[in-house]
């Protein structure tokens, strides 16, 4: 987007997948790629609002030395389909999920399948849609920096007195709707850099992560923003998902930094998940698998060495 954007080596570096085209079942379709080697275990990806398969670089580069990593783009993001308004909600980003893993996993076969921020809400959206699907397809989850509703009551941008926080959500609310949906031009572009980075980043990140999200933030399409944008604060604003269903082992990663989907959230997830395996709390922002990717990656691997573990004993 812009020339003093610095790189971030990670994402320059990081090879094609192999590409799959799926379609949902409205026929929209999501970009997928498959890295590492076809017969190794499967880890699916599912990247955060504005961002793109290539979020997920650290962890793709390390898990698919030796295992297959499927990773995709949400509708509306990087190079999957950007449907009309009405094409956009929960229940679209659970069939999306359902989708690409009906397109990558052999009959029979089990992933652990990991979120980070709207793609932790796409697991937990899929669950309560998809319960038989679930138990098919699912060895284990990881929910990375995300929330399973109230998603605006503790972001940590608006700073006000208890009693104002009814208005502080309303106005959070406004502003990412806004944020999400406009386009940039070149009188907004330093601005909404800032908020960026602001929300997504912590404040000891190396500044080539924060150039990198809002470089992903600008390759978005408006209309995916702002579609998203809108789902997540008028369809999570006041309400939780319920993990009733989310039954496999599950893995919650949090950031004690995180602005934008603050620890409380994640915590709030660990206490409510059906079969807990770990609660992980790290430093950083909310971008955790971009500021701490080799805790994550280790975290991850160590979920699917719990499933291998667990198959040979029982």
């Not at 990991?114 to 699907?133: L, N, T």
Request: positive net charge.
């Amino acid at each position: 987007m812009s020339p003093r954007l610095r790189p971030y080596a990670p994402a320059t570096e990081l090879p094609a997948g192999k590409t799959l085209m799926v379609h949902s079942s409205d026929h929209t379709r999501i970009h997928t790629e498959v890295f590492g080697p076809a017969d190794g275990y499967p880890i699916v990806l599912a990247h955060g609002i504005t961002c793109a398969i290539r979020v997920w670089a650290n962890q793709i580069a390390d898990l698919s030395r030796d295992h297959r990593v499927i990773a995709y783009d949400h509708r509306g993001h990087g190079r999957s389909g950007v449907p009309k308004r009405r094409g956009y909600g929960l229940d679209f980003l659970a069939a999306d999920l359902d989708a690409v893993l009906d397109a990558t996993l052999a009959p029979g076969e089990k992933a652990v399948i990991a979120g980070h921020s709207m793609g932790g809400i796409a697991i937990q959206a899929w669950s309560q849609r998809y319960p038989a699907r679930v138990r098919q397809c699912a060895d284990a989850v990881a929910l990375i920096n995300t929330t399973s509703g109230e998603l605006l009551r503790n972001v940590q941008l608006l700073p006000v007195p208890e009693r104002l926080a009814a208005g502080r959500v309303r106005a959070g609310g406004l502003l990412l709707k806004r944020l999400g949906s406009a386009p940039l031009v070149p009188g907004s572009i330093a601005q909404t850099r800032r908020m960026v980075s602001t929300l997504a980043v912590g404040r000891d990140a190396d500044p080539a992560i924060g150039d990198f999200v809002f470089d992903l933030f600008a390759k978005t399409p408006p209309a995916g923003r702002g579609g998203w944008a809108r789902v997540l604060v008028d369809a999570m604003g006041d309400n939780h998902i319920g993990l009733t269903n989310l039954t496999v082992p599950t893995l919650v990663i949090g950031s004690r930094g995180d602005r934008l989907l603050p620890i409380a959230a994640a915590r709030r997830i660990a206490a409510n998940a059906p079969n807990l395996t770990s609660f992980v709390e790290l430093s950083g922002g909310h971008c955790a698998i971009l500021e701490r990717p080799a805790a994550v990656n280790a975290h991850l691997r160590g979920l699917v060495e719990s499933i291998r573990e667990e198959r040979l004993t029982s």
